[in-house]
């Protein structure tokens, strides 16, 4: 028999809790930026934000957030492929949990698709998860406390002094608002690792039938 699995739910559960917090300790250890409960609890807010303001069903919306939450605990098993190593034991940890396969797929299908090297929007979910997920910049996301040994990733997020998304007037574009502080990395290097990923979120809000727009100390620069 079915079960309705919520959002607050998953959150108290404390097996994908476990997993949550021992996917970014793996990250850790190599050297990634967080991605721990500030990111993927943020990544949830944003893509049930994006679909609440597109007036998908309040279900959907829940969805969007228990995707979000899951969406990096294959990081747990190995970086390579940890979308598709998510999707797996997403799927494994729901269906446990009884909820109706129609949404299980949709949850999945989002986590295997939230990779920028595979990604593709292939669902509202799907496509509201890569946006957030791949808007989360920020300084706060940087471990390293030296900055003479920053690495790129590392430079880039510290610079962002301030980062908002946000629909336009009359909700027909998301635009993506950044401060960056050029003393520490310039804008051509923001767009050197994060092209791709910017790239994807148009694609995904093009899914969405909706303009994305990013905004770089007030210049308009896609």
Known sequence: MSSIVTYKYIKQNPDIMTYIRKADEALETLGYTEHSFAHVEKVAVTASMILETLKYSERECELAKIAGIMHDIGNVVNRVDHAQSGAVMAFRLLDNLSMPAPEICSIISAIGNHDEGTAQPLNPISAALIIADKTDVRRSRVRNTDLLTFDIHDRVNFAVEKTTLSF????????????????????????????????????????????????INDTKIL
Do not use: G, Q
């Not at 502080?181 to 051509?188: A, F, G, K, N, R």
């Open 168 to 215: 336009n007037e009359d909700n027909t574009s998301l635009i993506l608002n950044l401060i960056i502080d050029t003393e520490i990395s310039s804008v051509l290097e923001y767009f050197e690792i994060f092209l791709d990923r910017m790239l994807l979120c148009k694609r995904s809000a093009i899914f969405l039938n909706l303009k994305f727009e990013v905004i």
